[in-house]
Structures are given as C-alpha cells and as structure tokens.
C-alpha cells in the first residue's frame, strides 16, 4: 500500500478515535502496534497513529491495493490500523472518522468545500495551506512521520486525494451510515 493511502486512512482512523469523547481512550480498540491512552504520557496523536500504522514510522511493506480483488481493507492495511477497520468496529471507524472529519473542516471555515466531496456534484479543491489549517500542525506532523512523506508532500497529497476518498465513501450524497460503512471494509 502506498503511503498516502496509510495517511489517508490513517486520518480517518485517528479523528474515528479521537471523536469518541473528545480523546482517545483506554484501553482502546487499537491492537498490537501501541497503545491509545488519554491524558497520560504517551496518549498523544503520534502514540495513536503509531499504534493505528503499526508502530513503524515510515510505513510496513504491506500488499498493493488490488492485488487481489477479493480483499478487503482489513487484508490490505496490516497491524493496528487493518485491525480496527477490519473488524466489528469498521463502520464505527469509516462512518466516525468521516463524520469527525467533515465537522472540522465545517468549524475551520472549510466545510462549503468539505460538503461538496459528500454531496453528488463536483468537488472542490483544497489548497494545501487551507489542508494544514484543518487539521493542525499536530496532526500533519504525526501522519508525516509515521508514513514516512514529507510534510509539504504529505500536504499535497492528501490536497489531492482526500476529496476523492471521501466522495468515494459517501456515494449516495450523505456520510454512511454504520452499516453502510462496514460494508465497504
């Protein structure tokens, strides 16, 4: 898997676990790469996204998407991350992490944008500059390390991917639903 597919999923995952509650909690679903804990040492976004990418900055060598079309994500994405969406808690996660995502481009002045990746018409762009305002320094940093792409690359790819992956999960005009969503994994 590339990692700017890690990144991209790796971004739904964590603002999945991050919107339950506000912050991540423990114990947390997040298996065997690291541990999701909340106000400790430790529980901090580049702790999630360890645990959710496997631990291993940079990225695993993981299968290419498509290698087999009988696949699923949970196949493609090994370690935690794979785990999480994989399992009984995939549409949690793809519907959460959407949902997450979608509400801080609205509160960050970019949800005109957001919204057209949800709706059925064309999407808008996302320049970069606006990309790293939404989802913060933190954030950007921490996916940037644990896949192993530069910051302004990692900017200028999630700029270009991210409204198609999220125009991909939503392709009856609205977020799915639970059940929508793990029917996708």
Excluded at 135 to 144: F, M, Q, V, W
């Amino acid at each position: 898997m590339s990692p700017m597919m890690m990144a991209l999923l790796g971004l739904l995952a964590y603002k999945a676990v991050k919107s339950k509650g506000g912050e991540p909690a423990a114990p947390s679903p997040v298996p065997s790469g690291g541990s999701v804990t909340a106000g400790q040492q430790g529980g901090e976004i580049g702790d999630i996204l360890g645990g959710l990418l496997g631990g291993k900055p940079g990225g695993a060598s993981a299968p290419t998407v498509g290698a087999n079309p009988n696949s699923s994500l949970k196949d493609v994405l090994p370690g935690g991350l794979g785990e999480l969406l994989g399992g009984a808690a995939a549409g949690t996660a793809l519907s959460g992490g959407l949902g997450a995502l979608i509400k801080e481009f609205q509160q960050r002045g970019l949800g005109q944008a957001a919204q057209s990746w949800v709706g059925t018409g064309p999407n808008q762009k996302i320049a970069s500059n606006d990309l790293a305002r939404a989802l913060g320094t933190d954030t950007i940093d921490a996916l940037s390390k644990h896949t192993g792409v530069g910051r302004e690359d990692l900017l200028s790819g999630l700029s270009q991917h991210l409204p198609n992956l999220v125009d991909q999960l939503s392709p009856n005009g609205r977020l799915p639903t639970e059940e929508e969503a793990s029917r996708m994994v």
